[in-house]
């Protein structure tokens, strides 16, 4: 056990048993309709460069740790080399995310309603459902970050130390798939040592923690230190391009993330932290949320990064409402059950492919994820096109070459159906795994989008040959990208390839 220390007492707060059948059911319904959704639409850009990424098994990349790029291989390994088959994995960790939710809140007192009601509110999360649509960093990083929360609650409310080392591995696991976790210990360490309850930190525990997270995420840290830390210089890129706008947008799509039906929850889960004293011993998760908040605006980050530790406020906002709940009439439990379904609805329509294609355009405004998921295909239809004007004689020398990864993975995915060769990128950790042979001197054909015309720079003779149409008028970053045939490179691949590397 841990040393208690001068803890102050506190009043003993009954940990009420597991409403298993309950979540288990909301879990299961919510993964069956991702699954039964999940080959609408198409790839989104992220997960076709994981796929590729999966062919190139690392400890780590410039962008990222190797866990998401893991599961996709593994996903389409078990379930198929389909979309339906990538995207399995993620809606068995979205079951597990809401599990979480409701363990969440039985940690924080929670009964078999309030348990129920938690994970009914993670159901209805507009980020919970899209991280459950897609294979993303961001699918298993709110699953990681529950995880942590869990036993940081159970050791908080029992101070026994042990509950460190299961801290220290899931911290370990949630760095192999993203750094972002650091954010919850800085702002949840010092919360507890200005809130207490200050004696977890008071023995060697913490550093047994520590010890673990650190053997557990050694192999992406060594590939990262031997690499010159990239991640830190892809978030210096994310920051310098979105800050601005991330900022600005923060406060919204916090709301929207949840959903602004259930934000009454999560003000009160905020408020039951502070002020509820059989609850007291978790005041440091309410300090430690507006601090995250603060440090993502600081440094311009998404706002999602500091959503999962909102569904913890959410969670422990469950169980005062759930009594609420059941103390109202028939009419009123209805009423609250409508509400609850009608920002499930709404959520699912604009997160979730139910919508016809041509329908896209609605809600890509509020999700721009939706559109990015159209278009693939015809893209390699635009480079087939491309293709067939180098004479056939000449093709042996000749090098398709794209602007991101969302372009090469669509060609390494659709392209061999047309006759094409392997892409070649410069974006991302594509980089790594070129450049062309300088014996492949041109022509070259060049796929990049509307804004990024500089690239043109490193290349002679360039014409349009082609544009992409999706065909369903849906505005993303490849609608009416140019395909360009060029005579040949400027200068060697060799000597261009440093130049041609780019992280945003």
């Known amino acids: 056990m ?113 348990q129920l009601l938690a994970a009914c509110c993670a159901a209805c999360s507009a980020f919970v459902l899209a991280v459950g649509h897609l294979l993303n960093t961001s699918t298993f990083d709110l699953l990681a970050w529950l995880a942590v929360c869990l036993p940081a609650l159970r050791l908080l409310r029992t101070g026994d130390g042990r509950w460190w080392v299961a801290l220290g591995a899931a911290t370990g696991v949630a760095l192999l798939n993203k750094d972002l976790v650091v954010l919850l210990a800085v702002a949840l360490v010092p919360a507890v040592l200005a809130v207490g309850p200050r004696h977890v930190l008071r023995s060697w525990w913490p550093v047994a923690g520590l010890a673990v997270a650190l053997v557990v995420a050694l192999p992406n840290l060594w590939w990262q230190a031997a690499h010159g830390w990239p991640e830190l210089t892809v978030a210096g890129g994310i920051s310098d391009r979105d800050g601005a706008g991330n900022r600005l947008m923060f406060v919204p799509m916090q709301i929207l993330y949840l959903s602004p039906v259930l934000v009454p929850v999560w003000v009160a889960g905020f408020r039951r932290l502070l002020r509820d004293r ?37 969670a422990a906002g469950c169980e005062p409402l759930a009594q609420r709940v059941a103390a109202r009439p028939r009419r009123g439990r209805v009423r609250f059950a409508a509400w609850l379904a009608f920002a499930a609805a709404v959520n699912v329509v604009i997160t979730l492919p139910v919508l016809p294609a041509q329908l896209v355009p609605v809600v890509n405004g509020i999700d721009a994820e939706q559109g990015e998921q159209i278009g693939w295909p015809e893209l390699a239809e635009a480079a087939a096109g491309g293709w067939s004007a180098i004479p056939a004689d000449r093709r042996g020398r000749a ?106």
């Open 399 to 504: 090098v398709i070459f794209t602007s991101n990864y969302g372009e090469a993975g669509a060609l390494a995915r659709y392209g061999p159906r047309h006759g094409l060769p392997a892409p070649y990128s410069g974006h991302m950790s594509l980089a790594d795994w070129g450049p062309p042979p300088d014996t492949s001197d041109g022509p070259v054909l060049l796929l990049h989008p509307d804004g990024s015309a500089g690239v043109e720079r490193y290349f002679t003779g360039c014409r349009v040959v082609a544009r992409v149409d999706n065909g369903h008028g849906v505005a993303n970053q490849e609608q009416h990208a140019p395909v360009l045939l060029c005579t040949g490179t400027t200068r060697p691949w060799s000597a261009l390839w440093p130049e041609l590397r780019h992280y945003s």
């Open 2 to 114: 841990g040393v208690r220390g001068d803890a102050p007492e506190q009043p003993a707060m009954v940990v009420r048993p597991f409403a298993a059948k309950q979540v288990t059911a909301v879990a299961a319904a919510v993964a069956a309709l991702l699954v039964l959704l999940a080959g609408r639409y198409g790839f989104h850009r992220d997960e076709l460069y994981f796929l590729t990424a999966g062919e190139h098994l690392a400890w780590g990349y410039v962008d990222q740790p190797p866990l998401t790029p893991l599961l996709g291989r593994a996903s389409t390994a078990v379930f198929g080399d389909s979309l339906t088959g990538l995207r399995v994995v993620p809606a068995l960790i979205c079951a597990a995310s809401i599990a979480l939710m409701a363990l969440l809140a039985r940690e924080l007192g929670a009964g078999r309603q309030g």
């Open 278 to 314: 059989a609850v007291h011993w978790a005041r440091p998760f309410a300090v430690a949320y507006p601090v995250i908040c603060v440090a993502v605006i600081a440094v311009g980050g998404k706002p999602y990064y500091a959503f999962p530790l909102l569904l913890v406020l959410v």
